[in-house]
């Protein structure tokens, strides 16, 4: 089974190549006879999906081009801080798209019209900030009444629509589990299309962590990413509360 590695990330991207699919995105996917879209939901860091693309750059120098959905509405990253824009700068040096992950959960919606135009003003948003257009939207935990909408959005491409599940294969890494065996069905072949949705979140460097170590060191982490913020606002932090007293924590 795939382990949530960078290296097992860099096997599978070779093996869909060795088996003759080519990468392409939400727009161009039927350019080829073979071919896969990569989509990344980057819930919660953008410095971990700066590593993923990093990863698909050393594969595929030609360019995977992945689509990295990106959160404008979270309390897990700010994409208007410097250190954001530049990942997400980085991610499109890396030959990645940058797509808009929507959370419908921070607005009261209460019919399709109002959820179009949430839609719109944050990829508005997003565009601004990255300096093109985002033609391309993917929902972050969709409701059922989502789901069963097939809602389609005017200039921008809704990856919940029914033809990249119909006329594609679907698979994801959700809640860290690959539902299907994701090599098996690489190696197989017999799929012309695929759409493969993993979570940059639960990937890593070295060998492969439970679920519990993954968590943990990411909790952690962020508190000392806090600290480090602070850091840089506060004077004198270190005589206040010293970083090895956060850093201890770290297993
Ligand atoms: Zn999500």
């Known amino acids: 089974m795939m382990q949530f590695t960078y ?18 995105n939400y727009g161009n996917w039927q350019e080829a006879d073979r071919t896969v879209i990569l989509r990344h939901d980057v819930d919660n860091s953008l410095q971990k999906a ?20 990106v ?9 208007h801080s410097k250190s954001s824009r530049e990942c997400i700068h980085k991610i499109m040096q890396n030959g990645g798209n940058i797509g808009l992950h929507f959370d419908e959960t921070q607005y009261a919606i209460s019919d399709e019209q109002e959820m179009k135009q949430y839609v719109h003003d944050e990829a508005v948003i997003l565009s601004d900030l990255i300096g093109q257009k985002v033609d391309v939207v993917s929902m972050h935990r969709p409701s059922e009444k989502f789901l069963c909408s097939n809602i389609s959005f005017s200039g921008i491409i809704n990856s919940y629509e029914e033809t990249y599940f119909q006329k594609m294969k679907y698979v994801s890494d959700s809640r860290r589990h690959w539902r299907e065996n994701v090599e098996e069905i690489i190696e197989s072949a017999i799929y012309p299309r695929l759409h493969i949705l993993t979570h940059p979140f639960w990937y890593r460097e ?15 982490t962020a508190s000392l990413d806090y600290y480090d913020n602070l850091n840089e606002n506060f004077r004198d932090l270190e005589g206040e509360i010293a970083r090895s007293e956060i850093e201890r924590r770290k297993v």
């Not at 959160?71 to 994409?79: A, C, K």
């Not at 070295?206 to 952690?220: P, V």
């Open 7 to 24: 290296e097992s990330y860099a096997v599978m991207l070779r093996n869909l190549r060795d088996k003759g699919y080519q990468f392409r």
């Open 50 to 69: 700066v590593h993923l693309s990093t990863v698909e750059k050393t594969i595929c120098p030609e360019g995977a081009h992945a689509t990295y959905f």
């Open 71 to 79: 959160l404008v509405s979270t309390n897990f990253y700010n994409i």
């Open 206 to 220: 070295g060998q492969e962590w439970n679920l519990h170590d993954t968590l943990q060191e990411a909790i952690l």
